[in-house]
């Protein structure tokens, strides 16, 4: 049972540049989240979704996109990345929103932003 | 502004002492926290959580405190052991259904031999 797998384990960027954070769950959740952890700030919630199709804004969502079309995905782009980007980033699932349950996070993924 | 708010970077415990994190919220919409560990290049994992019907919750050494009239939680881990040295963060979600989980900035717990 792999939970939530997060791809790439670490990232390099320069300034400018975009890429795409991957993240799937395997256990049929409808409700999908990324963080980012900073030093000194905690986990802070970048953007969410409580299905297939929508999509929301957390407490820090300048400079990401998000979309998901299928229940399995929820990738997260960097258009344009900055070095405030420079972060370790989590994503996380939970069976349904709208409900008291416990989170399932990744791994992580190390991003630097030169 | 800080809906959860953990005022304690770091606590150093004794090895078998009481280990006690503290957490305090803004939010009197919160109804659930949950209190997440966290080992350095992993992700956060679930400890333990309570419901605003309930002001303690027990799991083994771990016990949650709630408070909801000072807006207030406490972990409990007695007694602390050398795996417990971890990063913890207190959360909450609220009755609006939002869906949002929102983190504190965690405490960061070494338990010394």
Same mark, same amino acid.
């Given at each position: *049972?792999?939970g939530?797998?997060?791809?790439?384990?670490?990232?390099?960027?320069?300034?400018?540049?975009?890429?795409?954070?991957?993240?799937?769950?395997d256990? *049929?959740?409808?409700?999908?989240?990324?963080?980012?952890?900073?030093?000194?700030? =905690?986990?802070?919630?970048?953007?969410?979704?409580?299905?297939?199709?929508?999509?929301?804004?957390?407490?820090? !969502? *300048? =400079?990401?996109?998000?979309?998901?079309?299928?229940?399995?995905?929820? !990738?997260l782009?960097?258009?344009?990345?900055? !070095?405030?980007?420079?972060?370790?980033?989590?994503?996380a699932?939970?069976?349904?929103?709208s409900? *008291?349950?416990?989170?399932f996070?990744?791994?992580?993924?190390?991003?630097?932003?030169? | 502004?800080?809906?959860?708010?953990?005022?304690s970077?770091?606590?150093?415990v004794?090895?078998?002492?009481?280990?006690?994190?503290?957490?305090?919220?803004t939010?009197?919409?919160?109804?659930?926290?949950?209190?997440?560990?966290?080992?350095? #290049?992993?992700?956060?994992?679930?400890?333990?959580?309570?419901?605003?019907?309930?002001?303690?919750?027990?799991?083994?050494?771990?016990?949650?405190f709630?408070n909801?009239s #000072?807006?207030?939680?406490?972990?409990?881990?007695?007694?602390?052991?050398?795996g417990?040295? #971890?990063?913890?963060?207190c #959360?909450a979600?609220?009755?609006?259904?939002?869906?949002?989980?929102?983190?504190?900035?965690?405490?960061?717990?070494?338990?010394?031999?």
């Amino acid at each position: *049972n792999a939970g939530v797998t997060q791809t790439p384990k670490f990232q390099v960027l320069k300034t400018g540049q975009s890429m795409t954070l991957q993240c799937a769950q395997d256990m *049929n959740h409808e409700y999908m989240s990324w963080y980012r952890q900073d030093p000194g700030m =905690g986990l802070r919630l970048i953007h969410y979704s409580v299905g297939a199709g929508i999509t929301d804004q957390g407490e820090v !969502p *300048n =400079g990401y996109n998000v979309s998901r079309s299928t229940t399995e995905d929820f !990738p997260l782009r960097l258009l344009s990345a900055a !070095p405030s980007q420079t972060s370790v980033y989590f994503c996380a699932s939970r069976r349904q929103p709208s409900t *008291n349950e416990k989170l399932f996070f990744g791994s992580g993924t190390q991003l630097s932003v030169l | 502004d800080q809906q959860v708010k953990q005022n304690s970077p770091s606590l150093s415990v004794q090895e078998g002492r009481i280990s006690i994190l503290n957490c305090d919220y803004t939010n009197s919409m919160f109804d659930y926290f949950l209190w997440y560990k966290k080992y350095p #290049a992993e992700g956060p994992t679930f400890l333990i959580s309570i419901s605003s019907i309930k002001d303690k919750n027990e799991d083994g050494r771990f016990t949650v405190f709630l408070n909801k009239s #000072a807006k207030h939680l406490s972990l409990h881990i007695v007694p602390s052991q050398p795996g417990d040295s #971890a990063v913890y963060f207190c #959360a909450a979600s609220g009755v609006n259904r939002d869906d949002k989980i929102i983190f504190g900035k965690g405490t960061r717990l070494h338990i010394l031999p």
